[in-house]
């Protein structure tokens, strides 16, 4: 009699994957163009896909303003809070950057380390921030 495994959907799931999805918006009630000062924010929301709970320990954010000056900032946790997600589990926080031209970027990575003591990387993909009107 021949003899069948069972495959559960977590078997094909990776282990460690956090996603990590983002909107960003200009704010023109803080910004001042007159001076070089443009103020966007940006709700990112970090879910974790994987199989393993995972917390956030620390991020990496490159700035990049309209000029290709390049900024990097590097600190823990975000928004003051290093947030422990289960599989399936959100978090969701808002934060700002402040460029000097009214187009730049942003990207980065959270470093992450899971319940069973793996440490990885979850990218943050390249988004725009744009004054509306100004994209290139």
Known sequence: MPTRTLTHMNDKKPKHLINVDVLSSYIED??????????FAYTITIRND???PAKLLTRHWIITDGDGEE?????DGVVGEQPHLQPGQS???TSGAVLDTP????????????DDGTGF??????FTLSVPQSRH
Do not use: K, L
Not at 71 to 75: C, L, M, S
Not at 103 to 114: E, K, P
């Open 30 to 39: 803080q910004s001042n163009p007159d001076e070089q000062r443009y103020v």
């Open 50 to 52: 994987g199989q393993i």
């Open 71 to 75: 900024e990097q900032v590097r600190g």
């Open 91 to 93: 978090f969701r926080y």
């Open 103 to 114: 187009v730049g970027s942003m990207q980065g990575s959270y470093q992450m380390i899971a």
């Open 121 to 126: 990387d979850a990218p943050i993909a390249a």
